[in-house]
């Protein structure tokens, strides 16, 4: 069943591994979307610069960071690929990325899936599928207001 359910997606050398969105809170207009992991085993450093999906009006690359009990984010330009590396973008993972959906044109509901559009500097453009699934574990002190 594991291998039914992982997504993997290529962009130039980059592997996108498993983008997934937890499931949107009633009431809010956001969202997040993360990555099992984002790999860049080429031997030139890649960034990604953008994204965008017909499910929000905009998105952004957001930065994690714990700061006491408090999960505080901050908008970033770009994420550094650096070469033969590979991050983990997982939802509850303190200290680490993902990318913010803004005014979203329905709730995100487990279970779904939606297009997004991927910008590297490098790569160019890559659409992935992203699949809308409840975390098996909330993360503590993570709600995106």
Request: cysteine-free; overall charge positive.
């Amino acid at each position: 069943m594991g291998a039914a359910l992982a997504h993997d997606f290529k962009a130039g050398e980059l592997r996108i591994d498993h983008p997934y969105a937890t499931p949107s809170v009633p009431g809010l207009k956001t969202g997040a979307v993360y990555f099992r992991t984002l790999r860049n085993p080429g031997v030139q450093a890649d960034r990604l610069l953008s994204a965008t999906t017909p499910v929000a009006a905009r998105v952004e690359i957001h930065q994690m960071r714990m700061d006491g009990d408090v999960m505080r984010m901050r908008a970033v330009p770009a994420l550094a690929l650096p070469a033969r590396s590979e991050l983990q973008l997982r939802h509850g993972t303190p200290n680490g990325h993902h990318l913010m959906l803004f005014e979203l044109k329905a709730p995100l509901q487990d279970g779904e899936r939606f297009p997004l559009t991927l910008r590297f500097e490098r790569a160019g453009e890559r659409e992935v599928m992203v699949w809308v699934q409840t975390p098996r574990r909330p993360a503590p002190g993570h709600v995106h207001h």
